[in-house]
């Protein structure tokens, strides 16, 4: 099976920066995405890796270490609308195709 | 363009009782999921198709049952709800290889079981 860590909770200022950790560990390791879900709704995509390195969006970024079974998610200049569920999610292949394992989710609060 | 659709939105079950959760996308998409998410957790698997015809079982399956007839449909049946299915229920589809934004989520099934 799976398994997907990543904190339940972290608190952050308006305009700082945050890094949202994610480690996992896999067989048929396929690729890593990260959602952002508000609270009541749809998990909404931010990222998605599949090699090694930093992936940069705006102000989201989003690294991969496939040897180190590791991610991270950074936030930069946060905004109040920032305060979210923040989801990593492992896709892995096996013979119906790929499938994708959520991990439980970090509630990010940010406070003025 | 509809994207995947969930119906209903809210529902309320008495202990016991049988439902259908609806899911359609018009997309095409091989690929269509059933998830759960309980109160501060990710989401978890419970069925999955890669087919019309195919379905297989996911992380928690037990209480649910699931057929795909056509590509485009995909209900969750719950055959005797129990209070313990008390939680929120997405749909999902994709394209067979996921990459990328190519999975998309149904905005949510909100189910109690009293």
């Known amino acids: 099976g799976q398994n997907i860590d990543q904190p339940t909770e972290m608190t952050a200022t308006e305009g700082a920066i945050v890094q949202i950790n994610c480690t996992y560990q896999?067989?048929?390791?396929?690729?890593l995405f990260w959602y952002q879900q508000h609270a009541g709704e749809a998990p909404t995509f931010l990222s998605y890796?599949?090699?090694?390195g930093l992936e940069e969006k705006g102000r989201f970024s989003s690294f991969l270490s496939r040897s180190k079974g590791y991610s991270y998610l950074l936030l930069k200049e946060l905004q109040m609308k920032d305060s979210a569920s923040y989801l990593c999610?492992?896709?892995?292949?096996?013979?119906?195709?790929?499938?994708?394992?959520f991990g439980g989710g970090t509630r990010l609060m940010v406070k003025p | 363009n509809a994207g995947v659709t969930q119906t209903p939105k809210f529902q309320v079950l008495k202990t016991g009782q049988s439902m259908t959760l609806q899911c359609a996308q018009d997309?095409?998409?091989?690929?269509m999921s059933w998830y759960r998410q309980d109160p501060g957790m990710g989401l978890r698997l419970i069925h999955y198709?890669?087919?019309?015809?195919?379905?297989d079982q996911g992380e928690v399956p037990n209480g649910y049952n699931v057929s795909r007839s056509t590509t485009e449909d995909f209900p969750l049946r719950l055959l005797s709800a129990a209070p313990s299915q008390t939680s929120v229920y997405f749909c999902?589809?994709?394209?067979?290889?996921?990459?990328?934004?190519?999975?998309?989520f149904g905005e949510g099934s909100w189910l109690t079981v009293v």
């Open positions: 999902a589809s994709s394209y067979r290889g996921l990459s990328g934004n190519t999975i998309y």
């Open positions: 896999t067989s048929g390791f396929n690729g």
């Open positions: 890796n599949v090699l090694d």
């Open positions: 999610a492992v896709s892995v292949e096996n013979n119906a195709g790929n499938m994708l394992t």
């Open positions: 997309m095409n998409h091989e690929y």
């Open positions: 198709s890669v087919g019309a015809g195919i379905t």
